[in-house]
Each structure stands twice: as structure tokens, then as C-alpha cells.
């Protein structure tokens, strides 16, 4: 009786960190897509290179200039890292707009979890200093998570591959957790409603033993693709951090970025989650040719903002490089259904980049719209899954800080 006593007690801070964690996420999105429209008025590839240099300068600005220099290198960390001191945590949301806004191609969600868990931690440590900071963590993890993707599924196949390092049964380190889960998924649907997952694809035709084959093998093919971008990564990263002041390798790398975004076109900017919707609802216009260019920029793309220290998450444009490379399969074998051959792709390039399992499955599901195709799923993940086992994950190993400057 006492633990479930303990266990309803956690379940009211955690639902404050949840609300409070969506909040910081929609009160940096929101102005930073304000201030991306104003940006990209213009469409002209030349347009394009300017803006993205202009933001490596002012990343590799704040990395210099803001007390805690934008929180850890992303190259190092994976989804969940160590709390920073809150002193970082402006310049982590700061330089996190000016990817949003600038159309550098990550996503929202290492930045936020960074600053989400740091901020709980303080705050938890204060005036509740009796739950463990393992705790607080699990619900800003939790609450962001519930909040990205609209729902506390994700965070709750997330935490559940992480052990506690005790005997205590998965549902009682759950419930916290699921609870500020579910408080961030409820804000985002009640503050910014329009964020989906779901693709505009045809509906899919129902099961055929067929579809196992060419999901299992879509799915492979996407983590060979992400797999590729582990393997680049940590040499691009030693090659990149050779030049050793930060506003000189945010500036090229955004010159690099504005090049690819030149070469590929608008829809290859940014974290991924608008234009996957727009490459599915405009699928007919791209041929197999233009889908591969898509891909190839967008996987340089991936690899370069990682490497050169821009602060945003791998998972959004890994989802986009999934799609993409869905589409294509489609475009090569038309026979695949459309909805089949995205999901599998998106997971299997997120099982490469991510390395949960759980959550790889959750987002072929959330891109499906429905559980019918979930069957499926759970057996292409499999080869996927076989493929990245035993491979590096998609880091560096924590280099010495270069001068600023």
C-alpha cells in the first residue's frame, strides 16, 4: 500500500513536468516557424545558401559567445544525456531557433529533452529533493516524448528499454513517467493540434503474404541507409573539427548546407515532418531519379548538421529519409503499396539511427495511421533490427572542447 501511495504521489509532479515540458516545446517551435515564414519568403536556391551560411554564423555565434557555449556536442550524445547546468540551457533553446528557423535539416527533440530534463532536475532538486534525479529525468524525457509525438505510447515503449538497475516491476516505474507522458501529448493536441504523423498515402489494401517479403526488405534497405550515416559521422566529425573555432565550422557547415539545399531543393531543408507530408501528398510528381537525389541530399544533409555541431535531433529528418526512401521503392516497384513501403523504410532507418526498437516500431505505426499494418510491422523490423545489431551507434566519443571563437 505504501508504494502505491508513493507511486500517486510522483504522478502530480510528474504531470506538472509533463505540461510544463510540451510548453518550452511549442514556446520554441512556435516562433521559430513564425520566423522561418518571414526567412523563406524568398525561393531562390541563392536565397537558400545565404540563409543557411547566416545561421551557421549565428550558431557558431552563440556556441561562443552564450554561457554554456549550446550544451554538449549531439554528436556525442544519443536521445537522453546527462542534466546540464541550467546556465546552458538559453543558449541550448537558442541555438536550437536558429536550426528550426534556418532550415537546418534536425529536428526539435535532443535540444528540448536537454533543456526539459535540466530544468526539471533544478527545479525537482529544489522543492521536491527527496525524488531521485533519475526520476525527474524520466518525466522530462516522458513529457517530451508525449509531446513530439502526440501521444504517451512512444514515451512508454522508450522507457521501457531502459532498465532501472533494481527489482522494481516495469509498470510501478511506468506510471510516473506515463503520466507526464500523457500531460505533454494532452497540452501539444490542446495548444498546437496540427502536428501529425500520419501520411497522406492511400489506405492500405489489406494483408498479403507478399507484403512480408517486401516490407522485411524495404526495411533492411532503410537501415543500410541510416547505417550509412553511422558509419559517416564520426569521420566527418574528426575530419570537421579540425578547424578548431566554432563560428568558423558552423559558418562553412552551413555553406554546405546551403549547397545541398541548392542541389535538392527546398523540401530536402528542414527537420522533415512538413515536407514528408508534402513529398506523400504530391508522391505522383516525383519520379525514381528526383527520390534518389532526395535521399542522397538529405542524408549528406543529416551527417553534415550532426557533425559540424548544429543543435537539433537525428530522429525527425531520419522519419523524412524513410519516406523518401519508401517513395522511391514505390516508384521502382509500383506494386508495393505506398503506405507499406514508407513505414517500413522510416523504421528501418530509424532502428539504425536510434537503436530502440520500441520507438522505430511506434513511428512505422504512427506514419501508418492505424494498427492494421502494425502485423506487418513487427515481423520487417526483425531483418532490420538483425542488421544494425552489433553496429556502432550513431555517436562520437567526447572530443576536448575547441577555443571559442
Known amino acids: 500500500m505504501g508504494n502505491a501511495r508513493t507511486l500517486l504521489l510522483l504522478t502530480l509532479p510528474a504531470f506538472v513536468v509533463g505540461v510544463a515540458s510540451s510548453l518550452l516545446l511549442i514556446g520554441i517551435s512556435r516562433p521559430a516557424e513564425a520566423l522561418s515564414h518571414l526567412l523563406w519568403l524568398h525561393d531562390s536556391p541563392w536565397w537558400t545558401l545565404l540563409l543557411l551560411t547566416l545561421g551557421g554564423l549565428l550558431t557558431g555565434l552563440i556556441l561562443w559567445k552564450v554561457p554554456g557555449h549550446g550544451g554538449p556536442d549531439p ?12 546556465t546552458a540551457v538559453p543558449g541550448i533553446l537558442l541555438a536550437l531557433s536558429v536550426t528550426l528557423a534556418f532550415g537546418v ?29 533519475r526520476a525527474w529525468t524520466a518525466f522530462a524525457l516522458a513529457g517530451t516524448i508525449g509531446a513530439l509525438f502526440g501521444t504517451p505510447v512512444a514515451a512508454a515503449l522508450l522507457l521501457s528499454e531502459f532498465s532501472s538497475g533494481d527489482e522494481t516491476p516495469l509498470w510501478d ?56 550515416a553511422v558509419y559517416a559521422l564520426p569521420r566527418l566529425h574528426r575530419s570537421a573539427h579540425r578547424i578548431g ?24 531543408l528542414f527537420k522533415g515532418l512538413e515536407q514528408m507530408q508534402e513529398l506523400a501528398r504530391e508522391r505522383t510528381a516525383f519520379d525514381a531519379p528526383g527520390l534518389l537525389l532526395i535521399v542522397a541530399v538529405k542524408l549528406v544533409a543529416l551527417v553534415v ?7 537539433g535531433g537525428r530522429i525527425f529528418p ?26 517500413c523504410a522510416a523504421m528501418g532507418v ?24 502494425l502485423p506487418v510491422l513487427c515481423v520487417a523490423i526483425l531483418p532490420a533490427w538483425l542488421l544494425a545489431t552489433g553496429r556502432p551507434e550513431m555517436r562520437v566519443e567526447a572530443v576536448a572542447s575547441p577555443d571559442p571563437g
Not at 554528436?75 to 541550467?86: H, I, Q, R
Not at 563560428?247 to 530536402?268: H, N, Y
Open 173 to 228: 516505474r511506468l506510471v510516473a513517467p506515463l503520466a507526464a507522458a500523457a500531460a505533454g501529448a494532452l497540452t501539444t493536441h490542446l495548444v498546437a493540434p496540427d502536428q501529425t504523423f500520419t501520411l497522406a498515402l492511400p489506405a492500405y489494401r489489406g494483408f498479403q503474404p507478399i507484403d512480408l517479403v517486401s516490407g522485411s526488405v524495404i526495411a533492411a534497405a532503410g537501415c543500410a541507409l541510416g547505417l550509412c
Open 245 to 268: 573555432r566554432p563560428v568558423v565550422l558552423l559558418t562553412l557547415g552551413g555553406a554546405v548546407l546551403g549547397v545541398l539545399g541548392m542541389i535538392g531543393g527546398p523540401i530536402t
Open 75 to 86: 554528436a556525442t550524445e544519443g536521445l537522453v544525456a546527462p542534466p546540464v547546468p541550467l
Open 318 to 343: 531520419s522519419v523524412f529519409l524513410g519516406v523518401a526512401l519508401g517513395l522511391l521503392a514505390v516508384a521502382l516497384v509500383p506494386a508495393v503499396p505506398p503506405v507499406l513501403a514508407a513505414a
Open 105 to 133: 535539416s534536425l529536428g526539435p527533440e535532443n535540444p528540448t529533452i536537454l533543456a526539459n530534463v535540466a530544468l526539471a532536475t533544478a527545479l525537482g532538486h529544489r522543492f521536491l529533493p527527496r525524488v531521485p534525479d
Open 350 to 373: 530509424c532502428v539504425a539511427v536510434s537503436r530502440s526498437g520500441w520507438l522505430s516500431l511506434f513511428i512505422g505505426a504512427a506514419l501508418a495511421g492505424g494498427a492494421e499494418l
Open 305 to 311: 548538421a550532426v557533425a559540424v555541431g548544429f543543435r
